[in-house]
């Protein structure tokens, strides 16, 4: 059975609503807009310890500790008079006994019609429960960043000892393999240097990385050559992509900037970082790296970089996991492909400084993508070719071997890319031919003053290729052959068709000297 | 233009005289809503946020830089070298009067007046000095700022998430009002806290207006009678708008009171 609400009704409801106000499991108080106590419930009574006739005529922040006092005037405050309300905001009370009483505040602002606060609404709630476990949690959290900070900074020290050693034990493995040893020794040392660099490359990224974690690394601003930096990258990695028959490739558009104001040593690391594990975790097919640009507007270009290869790709659970320090996406992944598991967490760090974040996509046995965005501000020609030797380098060579024919034979599509791009900035002409008969064939069919020969695509006997090609040319042309690495160049040495060898990575200038003694 | 995306540099109003505002602890430029618009129509108004404040670019803070009040004027005086300003108005709120006054020290060529409102030099209490504070008083704050991640610079977080139901107060309050990272509150409140400017004071040779504001806990009114005496030629307005904040409580009177004094220049 139902009945209409009645008269007395609404005044038992009043009645209640009062004693709710004095009796509420929260304080309720109503001030001035200048924090002047006008009305206080029980329940604050209680907490606090006053008697009502106490608080008459004081302030609401004259209650607080004096941290929250300076709060409530320079946040609390100001907060309250532009957005009409603060919600849980915390604070400490000063009860009448001296105690701190901790409590989440929040105050609701009246106005007037013309729009002036009249009157502020504060509603207290307990908070000691919470702040307990607060300081609980964040004593937790002290104690596990010191101990985090103490392994850190033990790590780096001992990272750092060991830096010295490690360098005396790599410089006296290369003079040995130098040394006329027979081919058992030689595997011996290359086991010795490739295992000494394998470590120092984890000594020097716990060092990055413990670098950038104590807040020690900052970005510099310099202008540099944006094309000729992913270049140098990938011709660094190429000797490793190479001998696992991997293909490099770089593409770059058209309005990327020449030159662009930035931290060239820190793009250089977290591409070489980027572009060493994808070469590390892909067998077969390729790493590729695109700069495109996202947006340009005055004096800032913003660069979207991405690293893509075709290699085992890491498993979706994995994924959140792998920028974090010493984790790689599985216990087989460290102990097949080996490394730090710290490339990726020094990346993550390298980008933070820039403001920006490293995104993944990846598909098991498909392979990965990353990427990445970073806004430079660009630089104008002039100003970049100042500060830029290279291009220094490249108008002299203009004037001393422009005019000079060179041939190319190289079947790593990137190197000739490279190579290529030093020839043109020197005027030099040049062609290239991936197969020793194609090669040739167009030596017999044009004129050349010179030949460069990657010692991988002469297939094993690189002297019987060398004079091959010089034969084929009909004028003895001479030949310089590029090998694949420094162990090869000592093997190969220099005499019949072979002018000279030098190794891969090419030292630019090195190959500029040499080819300024062909007579054109 | 490094400065103004650093600073989130806002400049507005049609008038030739620049007048430049500087928030205080615990704020963004927020603070001026209610008194800069006031200015727009004969001056030109320029508005800031300090690094680690509003919309500042947080990534360039810098430790070492910010860890005295000179970090702030270097950016206050690149500021006015990139806008090309000279001879400005410097309205400085808490902890920016110093950061005013500085600037005004090393260039008064830039800041030609200052008006500063609620300043003080020194906030604790030394041999006869009333800075308002004792130490223990200071470093019981400090404290609390180290070890509390959760309470103080970080209060704010719970304002902008718990206004679900208010959407359209959402984006606002996401992008405004006093935006704080903690690490940088705690840094700022530091430096602004434990520093002494008292002896900087008489070095003043600019046009200076001190508003004072009643019942303020933060610099009372002997702070503020200091900061007159030692300023040469300085003017004290006390002012009936209580605490610490008349930008916001009382901008008519602060607005009158500012402009009061910017004609006694001319």
Redesign the interface.
């Known amino acids: 059975m139902t009945r209409e609400p009645q008269e007395s009704d609404d005044r038992l409801i009043a009645e209640d609503a009062e004693s709710l106000y004095e009796e509420a499991p929260c304080g309720y108080l109503y001030t001035r807009?200048?924090?002047t106590l006008l009305r206080v419930n029980r329940t604050f009574l209680e907490w606090t310890g006053f008697e009502r006739a106490e608080l008459v005529g004081r302030r609401f922040?004259d209650l607080l500790?004096?941290?929250g006092?300076?709060?409530h005037?320079?946040?609390f405050?100001?907060?309250l008079?532009?957005?009409g309300f603060?919600?849980?905001?915390?604070l400490d009370i000063v009860t009448k006994s001296g105690g701190l009483l901790p409590v989440l505040v929040n105050s609701v602002q009246k106005r007037d019609a013309a729009g002036l606060p009249v009157l502020n609404r504060t509603t207290v709630f307990n908070a000691t429960d919470r702040k307990k476990y607060?300081r609980e949690?964040?004593a937790a959290?002290?104690r596990a960043e010191e101990s985090a900070r103490a392994k850190s900074e033990l790590l780096s020290t001992i990272s750092h000892d060991m830096r010295s050693p490690l360098g005396a034990i790599l410089a006296a493995a290369q003079l040995l393999e130098r040394s006329g040893l027979t081919p058992p020794q030689q595997t011996y040392v290359r086991v010795l240097r490739s295992s000494s660099e394998a470590l120092l490359n984890l000594v020097n990224h716990v060092l990055d990385l413990s670098r950038i974690a104590s807040?020690r690394t900052?970005l510099e601003r310099r202008p540099f050559d944006l094309r000729q930096l992913v270049l140098d990258v990938m011709t660094t990695l190429n000797v490793r992509a190479e001998e696992k028959n991997l293909t490099l490739r770089v593409a770059i558009d058209d309005d990327v900037p020449d030159a662009v104001l930035g931290d060239p040593v820190k793009l250089g690391q977290i591409l070489t970082n980027l572009v060493a594990n994808a070469v590390k975790f892909t067998e077969r097919g390729s790493v590729a790296v695109t700069v495109r640009v996202k947006s340009m507007a005055a004096?800032r270009v913003e660069l979207d970089f991405s690293v893509a290869d075709t290699g085992i790709g890491i498993p979706a659970d994995r994924l959140p996991h792998i920028f974090e320090e010493f984790t790689q996406a599985s216990y087989e992944v460290g102990a097949t492909y080996g490394g730090s598991g710290l490339g990726l967490a020094i990346v993550r760090r390298l980008l933070a400084?820039?403001?920006s974040e490293i995104t993944v996509e990846s598909v098991v046995d498909q392979g990965s993508i990353f990427r990445f965005t970073i806004a430079f501000e660009p630089v104008d020609a002039a100003r970049a070719a100042a500060a830029d030797i290279g291009r220094n380098e490249a108008i002299a060579g203009s004037r001393m071997l422009s005019g000079l024919r060179a041939l190319l034979v190289d079947d790593n599509a990137f190197d000739a890319f490279v190579l290529g791009r030093a020839l043109t900035s020197w005027a030099v002409t040049h062609d290239v031919c991936p197969t020793i008969d194609q090669a040739a064939r167009q030596l017999r069919d044009a004129v050349y003053d010179v030949v460069v020969l990657s010692a991988r695509t002469a297939n094993g006997d690189v002297p019987q290729a060398a004079a091959h090609l010089s034969a084929a040319s009909g004028r003895s042309v001479p030949v310089f052959v590029l090998a694949r690495s420094a162990a090869e160049a000592a093997a190969l040495s220099p005499g019949g068709a072979i002018a000279d060898v030098l190794p891969k990575p090419v030292d630019t200038s090195v190959l500029f000297a040499k080819l300024a003694s062909v007579p054109k | 233009m490094r400065s103004l995306a650093r600073n989130n540099v806002v400049v507005k109003g049609t008038g030739k005289r620049p007048i430049m505002f500087s928030h205080g602890f615990g704020c963004d430029q927020n603070m001026w809503r209610f008194v800069a618009p006031r200015f727009e129509e004969d001056h030109k108004v320029v508005l800031f946020d300090h690094v680690g404040f509003g919309g500042s670019d947080l990534s360039v803070y810098d430790p070492g830089k910010y860890g005295s009040l000179q970090g702030y004027v270097d950016d206050v005086l690149e500021i006015c070298r990139e806008l090309d300003l000279a001879d400005v108005i410097f309205v400085g709120h808490s902890v920016s009067a110093m950061i005013g006054i500085l600037a005004a020290i090393r260039d008064p060529e830039r800041i030609g007046a200052l008006v500063l409102v609620g300043p003080s030099p020194r906030y604790i209490n030394d041999d006869g000095y009333v800075g308002g504070f004792t130490r223990e008083d200071v470093e019981g704050l400090l404290d609390s700022l180290d070890s509390n991640y959760l309470g103080w610079s970080s209060a704010m977080a719970p304002v902008i998430m718990g206004n679900a139901d208010r959407p359209e107060l959402g984006q606002e309050l996401t992008n405004s009002f006093c935006r704080t990272n903690p690490e940088v509150a705690r840094q700022f409140a530091r430096v602004t806290f434990l520093s002494d400017n008292r002896t900087d004071l008489a070095s003043v040779r600019v046009p200076t207006l001190v508003l004072q504001c009643s019942d303020d806990v933060i610099a009372p009114d002997a702070v503020g009678e200091f900061v007159h005496r030692s300023i040469p030629g300085s003017t004290l307005v006390r002012m009936r708008a209580t605490g610490h904040c008349p930008n916001l409580s009382a901008p008519e009177e602060t607005t009158g009171a500012i402009r009061e004094f910017i004609e006694s220049l001319s």
């Open positions: 807009p200048d924090g922040q500790s004096i941290g006092r300076i709060f005037e320079t946040h405050a100001p907060l008079h532009m957005q603060v919600s849980e905001i915390a607060e949690l964040q959290r002290k807040g900052t004096g400084l820039h403001g």
